[in-house]
């Protein structure tokens, strides 16, 4: 599937998930919970948490759609690359791309790679190639042997 301008989601899908944020903040200021809120939208919670936060400190305008074309990058994928260099110039800080990927799990922030599958996939194939051919392939489990772990030793006095 190709996304507007190279990647990341479509102006469709972007403008949906804006319109999510923007209903979860009117339930913010009716008072709803956030399992509430996030069980009727068919989000997680802690997206919702998330939300509310940015909604208390900013506002509405902080459940706006954001993305890498606004940070001048020429598609709308998140890369670890293009985080680290945000991370850079909003706050003076040099981190690693490793650095980077572990300040964001640390967060709560998840890698997510969108499942590509060949149109032809027949998963009935699939599963029999994993049950018929692959344990061929792999070959026989390696045995152990005495003193083949660390944990034996043999006597070999």
Same mark, same amino acid.
């Given at each position: 599937?190709?996304?507007?301008?190279?990647?990341?989601?479509?102006?469709?899908?972007?403008?949906?998930?804006?319109?999510?944020?923007?209903?979860?903040?009117?339930?913010?200021?009716?008072?709803?919970?956030?399992?509430?809120?996030?069980?009727?939208?068919?989000?997680?919670?802690?997206?919702?948490?998330?939300?509310?936060?940015?909604?208390?400190?900013?506002?509405? =305008? #902080?459940?706006?759609?954001?993305?890498? *074309?606004?940070? +001048? !990058?020429?598609?709308? %994928? $998140?890369?670890?690359?293009?985080?680290?260099?945000?991370?850079?110039?909003?706050?003076?800080?040099?981190?690693?791309?490793?650095?980077?990927?572990?300040?964001?799990?640390?967060?709560?922030?998840?890698?997510?790679?969108?499942?590509? =599958? #060949?149109?032809?996939?027949?998963?009935? *194939?699939?599963? +029999? !190639?994993?049950?018929? %051919? $692959?344990?061929?392939?792999?070959?026989?489990?390696?045995?152990?042997?005495?003193?083949?772990?660390?944990?034996?030793?043999?006597?070999?006095?």
């Amino acid at each position: 599937m190709r996304y507007a301008q190279g990647g990341g989601l479509t102006d469709e899908r972007r403008f949906f998930r804006e319109k999510l944020r923007m209903e979860a903040a009117e339930r913010f200021v009716r008072g709803d919970e956030n399992t509430v809120i996030a069980h009727d939208l068919r989000v997680r919670v802690r997206s919702v948490q998330r939300w509310r936060r940015a909604w208390s400190q900013s506002g509405s =305008r #902080a459940l706006a759609s954001k993305g890498p *074309v606004a940070h +001048g !990058w020429p598609d709308q %994928t $998140w890369t670890l690359s293009r985080i680290k260099t945000l991370i850079g110039r909003r706050f003076h800080k040099s981190y690693t791309v490793q650095g980077a990927a572990a300040l964001l799990k640390r967060h709560g922030w998840s890698c997510q790679v969108p499942a590509r =599958r #060949a149109i032809e996939r027949d998963e009935n *194939v699939v599963a +029999g !190639w994993v049950k018929e %051919t $692959w344990p061929q392939v792999e070959g026989p489990w390696r045995r152990s042997t005495p003193g083949s772990s660390s944990r034996t030793r043999q006597a070999s006095r």
